[in-house]
């Protein structure tokens, strides 16, 4: 197969203006939505040939692998693109069972209960032990 149509999925992700695509990040057994990212083509082009979640930064500015940092690697286990072609999940082995950089389970901790936002996930690692800078 070349490059070229090895490639051709790619082209059919419809990128945004600034050449980004919404990714949610799924755990793979419970179906739990553990974050939403970005990713530019070669975000994705590099997730799908290294199986590990790698996104684009955009309050950095440049592509960052899940967990190379924290540990807190994301394994794929399935890439899907939704019918509008413009969000994509992954089904995702979570490692360490952290994927918040605040230390939980999930960057969807918070749930409105009587117009307030009330926090429902407990910090599992403080991120002071787990962030070095």
Known sequence: MTETLAQSYL??????????????????ETNDVLMVAWMNTEALALTVKEQRAVYWSRSRQKLWRKGEESGHVQLI????????????????EQLGGIACHTGRRSCFYRRLENNQWQIVEKVIKDPEHIYSK
């Open 77 to 92: 286990k399935d890439i899907r693109l939704d019918c509008d072609e413009d969000v994509i999940i992954l089904k995702i």
């Open 11 to 28: 082209d059919e992700v419809r990128w945004n203006n600034d050449g980004l695509v919404p990714v949610i990040a799924q755990d793979h």
